[in-house]
């Protein structure tokens, strides 16, 4: 398995979501915690809360792998608060069913110990990503 580096949380997350943009999830399986919590927001279709890396992987990544192409997380700017990182930016790609593209802002804040994540809430503007569904 391929891992994330060592470097600081803004480092180690820069190259996570680097990674998950180049289709490399092991990488990015490999910067989690094997204890993670990752929050979905009520309204979308992977609400709630997912433990471990194999629930994320299973629950959040493989179905958002199979629902979209040329899924994009565009990181516009992180906000350091050593532990607690905050990633701003945006989701962009097409559903593969209906065709439709759409560019969704995000803030995803994340808790790191020991330069693993150990916990992520997702925030995004569900009702924009649902509507990508319709024909």
């Known amino acids: 398995m391929v891992a994330i580096g060592k470097g600081t949380n803004v480092e180690i997350l820069e190259n996570a979501y680097d990674a998950y943009n180049r289709g490399e999830i092991d990488a990015v399986l490999s910067s989690f915690d094997e204890n993670i919590e990752w929050i979905e927001p009520d309204g979308s279709f992977s609400s709630g ?40 930016g945006r989701f962009a790609g097409t559903a593969r069913e209906s065709g439709n593209s759409f560019d969704v802002p995000f803030a995803q804040v994340v808790d790191m110990k020991d330069g693993k994540v150990t916990k992520c809430v997702n925030n995004t503007d569900t009702a924009a990503m649902l509507r990508v569904f319709d024909a």
Do not use: C, Q, Y
């Open 49 to 88: 809360i997912h433990r471990g890396p194999d629930a994320v992987l299973n629950e959040i990544f493989l179905p958002t792998m199979e629902s979209f192409e040329d899924l994009e997380a565009k990181i516009e700017r992180f906000v350091d608060g050593g532990d607690t990182i905050v990633a701003v």
